[in-house]
């Protein structure tokens, strides 16, 4: 169930972060629709390569973390999601602006 929950978080990001960065770079924006597509992709891909990578794991697990504290590694994640949303929306864009020229 945690894991499923820490998918969502990262398409979420990878979304916000593809608007974000269509919103930055107008000239690589593919609409909002457009947009959030490429960053849910990119979110997804961010976020599952931190895990398999290991990079979130066992970083501010619960055992480590204060009660009432926040797990860094679920943080980690969300901001892997939403640069790689980014990165893919950019990646997406440029191909796109480069195939109408």
Not at 8 to 21: D, E, H, P, Q, W
Not at 53 to 68: F, H, I, N, R
């Amino acid at each position: 169930m945690d894991g499923i929950i820490s998918l969502i978080i990262s398409l979420i990001s990878g979304a916000v972060g593809g608007n974000i960065a269509g919103g930055a770079l107008k000239e690589q924006s593919l609409g909002t629709l457009g947009n959030s597509i490429a960053g849910i992709v990119g979110g997804g891909l961010g976020g599952q390569l931190l895990s398999a990578l290991g990079v979130t794991k066992g970083v501010g697990s619960p055992q480590s973390a204060p009660e009432g504290g926040f797990d860094l590694g679920s943080i980690v994640g969300q901001v892997a999601g939403g640069v790689g949303g980014a990165i893919v929306m950019i990646i997406v864009g440029l191909i796109k602006q480069a195939m109408v020229k």
